[in-house]
């Protein structure tokens, strides 16, 4: 099959791709395609991996990020629990054994640390599943079809779920993690508290996590309550709230949702050559249109 009259390229949802093992394809696939034609990337979010294959495939790229819509529903209950990190495991197990833990989604930020609650949960009664990029199709399907029905109770996930899972009855989301990426934040919690319910989302925050917790906030725009566990809580002072500050972005182009757009970010540029220089010391530089 021959490629060369390629003008357009489209790749969608960027990050899962990424998070699915994809992107050794993918990046296969751009080699071989005519060096002058145009790159769409659609992503909800821009890892630093996809970052780096723009870099590596365009030409002074133009980023088109839609509006943020990245305010909580209201009837979510957020808090979050100061803790250890070497002690993440024990009050998560002791959060679940509460009798009002329902249909709960566990968020973490790696596939081994997924296994590894999957294993330490099992053995204390919950049942108990992971989903994530190592897991084969059926068993992703196996392991929601599951958790719809209420044969597991307990969903261990990575951000792979955070997008598109639609499950109704979800009672407890728990950040295990706090993500890297802040927006990730409200993709997560935003599987509970549908149709007009309410939920519970909970993140155990250690000192480590400072700066994730801080920069969630700052995209909420409000301090998130805490609430320390008897036996589990870290020292006051290293996850407290910090004043908030507006983030500091590049130039983009933005379009309010309420008149059309699918609420990701769009990056498009012509191949071949290097993106304009980007700014940002000690954070994580935007891309300048």
């Given at each position: 099959?021959?490629?060369?009259?390629?003008?357009?390229?489209?790749?969608?949802?960027?990050?899962?791709?990424?998070?699915?093992?994809?992107?050794?394809?993918?990046?296969?696939?751009?080699?071989?395609?005519p060096?002058?034609?145009?790159?769409?990337?659609?992503?909800?979010?821009m890892?630093d991996?996809?970052?780096a294959?723009?870099?590596?495939?365009t030409?002074?790229?133009?980023?088109?990020?839609?509006t943020?819509?990245?305010?909580?529903?209201?009837?979510?209950?957020?808090?979050?629990?100061?803790?250890?990190?070497?002690?993440k495991?024990?009050?998560?197990?002791?959060?679940?054994?509460?009798?009002?833990?329902?249909?709960?989604?566990?968020?973490?930020?790696?596939?081994?640390r997924?296994?590894?609650?999957?294993?330490?949960?099992?053995?204390?009664?919950?049942?108990?599943?992971?989903?994530?990029?190592n897991?084969?199709?059926?068993?992703?399907?196996?392991?929601?079809?599951?958790?719809?029905?209420?044969?597991?109770?307990?969903?261990?996930?990575t951000?792979?779920?955070a997008?598109?899972?639609?499950?109704d009855?979800?009672?407890?989301?728990?950040?295990?993690?706090?993500?890297?990426?802040?927006?990730?934040?409200?993709?997560r919690?935003?599987?509970?508290?549908?149709a007009?319910?309410?939920?519970?989302?909970?993140?155990?925050?250690?000192?480590?996590?400072?700066?994730?917790?801080?920069?969630?906030?700052?995209l909420?725009?409000?301090p998130?309550?805490?609430?320390?566990?008897?036996?589990?809580?870290?020292?006051?002072?290293?996850?407290?709230?910090?004043?908030?500050r507006?983030?500091?972005?590049?130039?983009?182009?933005?379009?309010?949702?309420?008149?059309?757009?699918?609420?990701?970010?769009k990056?498009?540029?012509?191949?071949?050559?290097?993106?304009?220089?980007?700014?940002?010391?000690?954070?994580?530089?935007?891309?300048?249109a």
């Amino acid at each position: 099959m021959s490629l060369g009259n390629v003008e357009i390229v489209v790749l969608d949802e960027a990050d899962r791709m990424l998070d699915m093992g994809f992107l050794p394809d993918v990046r296969r696939i751009l080699e071989t395609l005519p060096a002058k034609r145009q790159n769409l990337f659609f992503s909800a979010t821009m890892p630093d991996e996809i970052e780096a294959l723009i870099r590596r495939t365009t030409h002074a790229p133009v980023l088109v990020e839609v509006t943020r819509r990245a305010t909580p529903v209201s009837e979510v209950r957020q808090v979050v629990h100061p803790v250890a990190m070497t002690r993440k495991k024990d009050l998560l197990q002791t959060l679940l054994q509460r009798e009002e833990m329902g249909q709960t989604l566990v968020f973490t930020r790696t596939k081994a640390r997924a296994n590894q609650l999957v294993r330490r949960l099992e053995k204390s009664g919950r049942r108990v599943v992971a989903i994530h990029g190592n897991k084969s199709q059926n068993a992703r399907t196996r392991a929601l079809a599951d958790f719809r029905t209420g044969a597991i109770d307990t969903l261990i996930a990575t951000d792979i779920a955070a997008r598109g899972l639609d499950v109704d009855g979800i009672s407890h989301v728990i950040n295990f993690d706090l993500p890297n990426v802040p927006e990730d934040y409200v993709h997560r919690i935003g599987r509970t508290a549908r149709a007009g319910k309410s939920g519970d989302a909970i993140s155990l925050a250690a000192p480590e996590e400072r700066a994730q917790l801080a920069a969630i906030e700052r995209l909420v725009g409000k301090p998130i309550r805490r609430e320390h566990i008897a036996g589990f809580a870290a020292p006051a002072d290293t996850v407290e709230s910090g004043p908030l500050r507006r983030p500091q972005s590049g130039q983009v182009l933005r379009f309010d949702p309420n008149r059309g757009g699918s609420g990701r970010a769009k990056r498009s540029g012509s191949a071949g050559g290097r993106p304009r220089n980007r700014s940002g010391r000690g954070r994580r530089p935007a891309w300048r249109a």
